[in-house]
């Protein structure tokens, strides 16, 4: 490894860096028993820790999984397979029934939110689960996910269940500040989504408010005619441009993860709140038809690894992409239920494997010449940078990678996944020119040696 990097004596701090402070994570839905108990759960969770996986949002009292009242050893499976991998949970309490106001049904609801609580610090101990995170419901704005809440009828919610558990951890964080947060807000189709951030950091309870979550997705209509698909309603939309178009118009969406990240930042900023990215993905689907699988291909992992650098720019504290163990034919998965690697997967590999939560970071400035390129350089204190390189656009580009950042000259191998790779990520020398052939992502390094593939 060569040593690297001047630093600025007022600082001692490298000149034109930050450190890295996005952690990587996923949600774990659809497929939690392949990922927490299947015939190829080992492989699963050695993939997720090849991505640097620190934290894995669940669900409880919704979505297909297990109910932790009714199937607690499923439930503490589930978790389980978390710690497994390396990573904490961020647990979510998902909804409860119609109507939300009622007192009744919110008292009932906080009842059984704290009595998992209660039974994950029996369990593993109040020294591991002051760690954790605390999702208070999911997507309040989105009529089919989350019930279509209005925010008084949230905050509500919100304020009596954070009353309720926060004491339940208090003895356990030391004087640290909870990690309780929500609203976990669908702002991808629904206006005005910072509306809840905003509120919620002003109106909640203070101490309560440990992060803001919100999602964000490409598009949610289908890459396909809607007159193609049965059933779907498009709520007065209309349909998206087809085939490259609507590729371009998806890849198109990346940067805005940046702006919505730099966004929340400002709102947050010194309030000891962390700002988390909860879900993205490109396309906001789980049939194979109606994604054509771009969520997973080449191209799903150019987005994917473009968005996380947007992320990493805009002050993003976690990314958690929906999801990770793809179930049957999902659309979603970066991995499937037989521990095979998507594209998007062995994407998200060999950036995690060279941009990690500490690392220093800079980002070579935008060039007109090539706007269709993201890049950031990442290195540890005395080790040289690796380069991180994606091709957003579907043709053919070559980057003369030092007129990015000289110090990347010294690298010798290139790691590379694109349209020409077959699948695969490709070890190959470094001349000091970087091809890549249609949606990619490469690697420029002299530590290529240290990367795990397979």
Not at 50 to 57: A, C, I, S
Not at 79 to 102: C, S
Not at 162 to 186: C, F, M, Q
Not at 369 to 398: E, H, K, L, Q, Y
């Amino acid at each position: 490894m060569t040593e690297i990097s001047t630093t600025s004596p007022a600082t001692n701090a490298p000149t034109n860096a930050r450190r890295m402070k996005l952690r990587y994570g996923f949600n774990e839905i659809n497929g939690w028993w392949h990922f927490s108990q299947g015939p190829h759960s080992d492989t699963i969770r050695q993939r997720l820790r090849l991505m640097g996986t620190q934290v894995m949002r669940i669900f409880v009292f919704d979505q297909p999984v297990p109910d932790p009242v009714k199937e607690w050893p499923s439930f503490a499976t589930y978790v389980q397979g978390v710690l497994d991998a390396g990573a904490v949970p961020m647990i979510t309490f998902g909804k409860f029934p119609p109507p939300y106001d009622n007192a009744a049904n919110i008292q009932h609801f906080v009842a059984r939110c704290t009595d998992v609580v209660w039974g994950c610090i029996e369990q593993w101990g109040g020294q591991a689960v002051k760690d954790w995170y605390w999702c208070i419901w999911n997507e309040p704005n989105n009529l089919i996910i989350g019930g279509d809440l209005k925010f008084e009828q949230y905050l509500r919610i919100y304020n009596e269940l954070s009353a309720a558990i926060l004491p339940v951890l208090e003895p356990h964080l030391n004087g640290r500040k909870t990690r309780i947060g929500g609203p976990a807000i669908d702002g991808t189709h629904r206006g005005y989504w910072m509306d809840w951030i905003a509120r919620l950091i002003d109106e909640a309870d203070g101490p309560s408010v440990g992060f803001v979550s919100w999602h964000r997705y490409a598009d949610w209509r289908p890459a396909v005619p809607s007159g193609s698909l049965n059933g779907v309603d498009m709520w007065n939309s209309p349909d998206p441009p087809t085939g490259k178009v609507f590729e371009a118009l998806l890849m198109g969406q990346a940067p805005t993860y940046e702006a919505r990240a730099r966004g929340v930042e400002r709102l947050v900023r010194d309030r000891d709140i962390l700002n988390v990215c909860g879900e993205l993905n490109a396309i906001s689907h789980h049939e194979q038809y109606y994604t054509l699988g771009l969520n997973q291909s080449e191209f799903g992992g150019a987005y994917y690894v473009s968005a996380l650098i947007g992320l990493m720019r805009g002050g993003a504290d976690i990314e958690m992409r929906w999801t990770a163990t793809a179930h049957e034919y999902d659309a979603y998965g970066i991995i499937y239920m037989d521990g095979v690697p998507t594209q998007a997967c062995l994407a998200k590999q060999i950036l995690a494997q060279h941009v990690r939560y500490g690392d220093w970071l800079r980002f070579p400035p935008f060039r007109d010449d090539a706007p269709d390129i993201d890049a950031v350089v990442a290195w540890r204190d005395g080790v040289s940078p690796s380069g991180v390189f994606v091709n957003t656009s579907a043709g053919a580009r070559t980057i003369s990678v030092p007129e990015w950042d000289q110090e990347l000259e010294a690298a010798d191998t290139v790691l590379r996944i694109d349209l020409g790779t077959g699948g695969r990520v490709v070890r190959e020398p470094f001349e000091g020119t970087l091809k890549l052939d249609g949606y990619g992502v490469a690697i420029v390094t002299n530590n290529a040696a240290e990367t795990v593939i397979d």
